[in-house]
């Protein structure tokens, strides 16, 4: 199965900065089946980016995915008091799909 | 608009049987461009995914391999619904489970719906 490793683990910003998220896969995510989600304390995940930089209905703009293969980011442009969570890549091109271990982005 | 509702109990002994539905509302689980997954998260484990079912003419059940021997996916299309059953529970199965929809239309593949999720824990 393909592992997903995301760095850093924990991200310490202020609301207006940038925050960049890491994901790297073991071995390459077929056709960028990656997907990205947010999840706040005792709330489900929810789908934020997926085929590795589309954007998922309702989502801003400040958010943005990037990358190809093995190596994909994340990029909130601008933080928001909301948009301070966990957050997961996911990749669902191979079977079994996986998860990283989730980087949380807090408050500073 | 896509809706998943879980239901089952949040407690259940060592060995018994832990059993989750999870109702759709505004999509079929017999539909051909979804998948129908259950996934569970505990800080142990993080996010693991554990089966799927799908419709493609015919029905496709797929777990993963720390489940299998264990775990069961049903769909029942009278109530539009899927259920998980994990037999021979232990404390290490004490989670967070979700169902979540992974729709082959527009977001290709990605799981976009989630249920609200069911703490079960497992204890005496």
């Known amino acids: 199965e393909i592992v997903l490793t995301q760095s850093p683990g924990t991200l310490s910003l202020s609301p207006g900065e940038r925050a960049t998220l890491s994901c790297r896969a073991s071995q390459s995510v077929t056709g960028n089946y990656l997907a990205w989600h947010q999840q706040k304390p005792g709330q489900a995940p929810r789908l934020l980016i997926y085929?590795?930089?589309s954007r998922a209905t309702g989502i801003p703009d400040r958010f943005s995915g990037s990358g190809s293969g093995t190596d994909f980011t994340l990029t909130i442009s601008r933080l928001e008091p909301e948009d301070f969570a966990v957050y997961y890549c996911?990749?669902?091109?191979?079977?079994?799909?996986?998860f990283g271990g989730g980087t949380k982005v807090e408050i500073k | 608009q896509v809706e998943l509702q879980q239901s089952g109990p949040g407690l259940v002994k060592p060995s018994q049987t832990l059993s989750l539905t999870c109702g759709i509302s505004g999509d079929s689980v017999s539909s051909n461009s979804a998948a129908w997954n259950w996934i569970r998260q505990s800080p142990s484990r993080g996010l693991e995914w554990l089966g799927r079912t799908y419709y493609r003419s015919k029905w496709y059940n797929e777990y993963a391999v720390s489940v299998k021997s264990r775990m069961t996916i049903n769909s029942d299309t009278s109530k539009n619904q899927f259920s998980l059953q994990l037999n021979s529970v232990t404390p290490e199965d004490t989670a967070v489970y979700y169902c979540a929809r992974g729709s082959m239309g527009g977001t290709r593949g990605a799981f976009d719906i989630w249920g609200q999720g069911t703490m079960v824990t497992v204890s005496s």
């Open positions: 996911q990749q669902f091109g191979s079977s079994p799909p996986t």
């Open positions: 085929g590795a930089s």
